[in-house]
């Protein structure tokens, strides 16, 4: 494989959750592709939609040329608007023609992915007429993907993989963005330690440490008198993070102790997928 080694991990978690979402939705039957997700605004149809556009777009194919409905409820700014559109068009096609454009652009995916020799920086388009590198394209499909996967199956009621490449790849990039949740978007004071106690498929022990400029970073030490804790499982951290509840509805799968303003702010705070 010609594949650049830092891409591996990225393009083999999208391979194992595309082909995951291909095994849900191959036996669903016409009425089932209607049933709503977490997603809002989107259907199983939909949201098989806008992974087959996007992946279409990373193979360089142009874009539908389609004019949006106007009654579009969820669609509230240009970015929504951008990832509608690979979506509106398929609304109208059928369970047959969803399962087998999806195989055929896996198929085509994989194609591309064994023939891939560009190196991590190569400027790939990205959303709204934007360029990102490639390495941040892939990470930004992997992390797609899976938590599509997610979606499918908290919808047909179908739980696994939550512990799979793709799961790594989600966990790392929500730990990332936890510093900047805890001090500047949550307010944590400066001298402060919060630590994140996580449990499950995926089990990790995170502190996040403010420093006297009230600036954040995450290490995986265990702190001393913490200014707050929060016990939660793996799937409750990914689904709050990425938006698919909110604090209130799932209050009793966290624990928190210490400051309650402070762990109030934070899981306020908490989403940090677009």
């Not at 559109?85 to 995916?109: C, F, G, K, N, W």
């Not at 989600?170 to 978007?185: E, G, I, M, N, S």
């Not at 307010?187 to 440490?209: K, N, Q």
């Amino acid at each position: 494989m010609s594949l650049h080694p830092s891409l591996q991990s990225y393009a083999d978690a999208w391979a194992h959750s595309v082909d995951a979402i291909s095994e849900l939705v191959s036996p669903l039957v016409e009425g089932e592709w209607n049933r709503r997700t977490p997603c809002p605004g989107w259907s199983v149809r939909d949201l098989v939609s806008h992974v087959i556009g996007l992946d279409c777009e990373m193979l360089g194919d142009p874009r539908p040329i389609h004019t949006l409905p106007r009654d579009l409820f969820h669609v509230t700014n240009e970015h929504q608007r951008y990832m509608e559109m690979q979506v509106d068009v398929r609304r109208h096609h059928t369970a047959p023609e969803m399962t087998s454009e999806l195989e055929y652009t896996i198929i085509r995916r994989n194609r591309q992915l064994r023939n891939e020799t560009r190196q991590p920086d190569a400027k790939v388009r990205g959303p709204l007429g934007t360029e990102v590198t490639l390495e941040h394209a892939m990470l930004n499909r992997a992390f797609d993907v899976w938590l599509h996967e997610q979606d499918l199956r908290t919808t047909l009621g179908r739980p696994g993989n939550l512990d799979s490449p793709g799961a790594q790849i989600v966990r790392d990039q929500l730990l990332a963005a936890l510093p900047k949740v805890v001090a500047k978007d949550a307010g944590a004071p400066a001298h402060s330690a919060v630590v994140f106690d996580v449990h499950g498929p995926m089990e990790f022990l995170r502190t996040v440490r403010v420093d006297a400029e009230g600036r954040g970073s995450i290490d995986g030490a265990p702190s001393l008198g913490p200014a707050a804790t929060l016990t939660l499982d793996w799937e409750t951290f990914f689904r709050l993070a990425c938006g698919r509840v909110t604090p209130e509805s799932v209050s009793d799968r966290i624990k928190t102790e210490g400051d309650p303003d402070l762990t109030t702010a934070i899981l306020r705070n908490f989403t940090v997928t677009p």
